[in-house]
């Protein structure tokens, strides 16, 4: 194995620090209001960085994310904005520890309010989060249903999205829509998006966080991800959206 060279540990130093550079400033300035001021401050254009204003849904520099994250909100409280930039620290490893025990006390105390306001991509975001950062098996098990519920509606909207009207023998998909699905996050509602085929990684994170649960009941495990993947390979709408994807990393099926 060729040992890395000094530029390449440079250039891994720069691409994490710019993942969280600045991430200290950033929720010391959350950290200096309460939550009712937050609940009260609505977010407005004038708030955001119209240099910020990206189609990209990930940006590797933090407050250039968070920058272009914040148009979403607009219109919204400064806690809901609040919430989702804990997700993204927590997503990047700043002082997860720490981070995630903020997110959790913020969902403990103010769950009426967060439900009410926040939409449901961010209410799925929050439950990620908790199945991927929780201690609490149970929890993580009941809120393992939610994004699985949420993930297979997408599918098929996804499918019923692409598909000619048909018999329920025949499966006609429509080119043109594909290939807007190939370029672009298209809504669905509720801030949801169709799924986004040929890149999209939500259903290979959902199978990720099954393997998890065999520490916790192997059989019961085991008999998931059979059934799971018995869906892949049978005429479904996961595996219409299987035999459109291109990105080899974010497969969420065995061969």
């Given at each position: 194995m060729i040992a890395p060279?000094?530029?390449?540990?440079?250039?891994?130093?720069l691409f994490k620090s710019d993942k969280t550079l600045n991430?200290?400033?950033?929720?010391?300035?959350?950290?200096?209001k309460s939550i009712n001021e937050m609940k009260l401050t609505l977010i407005t254009e004038s708030?955001?960085?119209?240099?910020?204003?990206?189609?990209?849904?990930?940006?590797?520099?933090?407050?250039?994310?968070?920058?272009?994250?914040?148009?979403?909100?607009?219109?919204?409280?400064?806690?809901?904005?609040?919430?989702?930039?804990?997700?993204v620290?927590?997503?990047?490893?700043?002082?997860?520890?720490?981070?995630?025990?903020?997110?959790?006390?913020?969902?403990?105390?103010?769950?009426?309010?967060?439900?009410?306001?926040?939409s449901l991509r961010w209410i799925i975001s929050a439950c990620d989060t908790f199945i991927d950062h929780s201690d609490d098996a149970i929890r993580t098990a009941i809120l393992m249903n939610v994004t699985t519920l949420i993930n297979t509606l997408k599918v098929y909207e996804t499918k019923q999205f692409l598909q000619l009207s048909?018999?329920?023998?025949?499966?006609?998909?429509?080119?043109d829509k594909i290939d807007t699905l190939y370029r672009t996050h298209l809504p669905l509602y509720d801030s949801l998006?169709?799924?986004?085929i040929g890149t999209d990684d939500t259903l290979k994170n959902m199978r990720l966080r099954?393997?998890?649960?065999?520490?916790?009941?192997?059989?019961?495990?085991?008999?998931?991800?059979?059934?799971?993947d018995?869906?892949?390979?049978?005429?479904?709408?996961?595996?219409?959206?299987?035999?459109?994807?291109?990105?080899?990393?974010?497969?969420?099926w065995l061969d």
């Open positions: 060279s000094k530029w390449h540990e440079k250039l891994t130093f991430a200290g400033t950033i929720i010391g300035n959350f950290n200096n708030m955001c960085d119209p240099t910020a204003l990206s189609d990209k849904p990930r940006l590797k520099s933090l407050e250039k994310h968070l920058n272009n994250l914040k148009y979403q909100f607009v219109g919204q409280s400064e806690l809901c904005f609040y919430h989702a930039t804990l997700i620290l927590i997503r990047r490893d700043y002082k997860l520890e720490e981070t995630f025990a903020e997110f959790e006390t913020l969902w403990m105390t103010e769950i009426d309010y967060l439900l009410k306001h926040l048909a018999s329920l023998e025949q499966t006609i998909l429509l080119n998006t169709y799924f986004r099954y393997q998890k649960f065999y520490d916790l009941d192997k059989l019961a495990t085991t008999m998931l991800l059979f059934v799971f018995r869906l892949q390979n049978n005429s479904s709408a996961f595996s219409i959206l299987r035999l459109l994807h291109k990105d080899d990393k974010s497969k969420w």
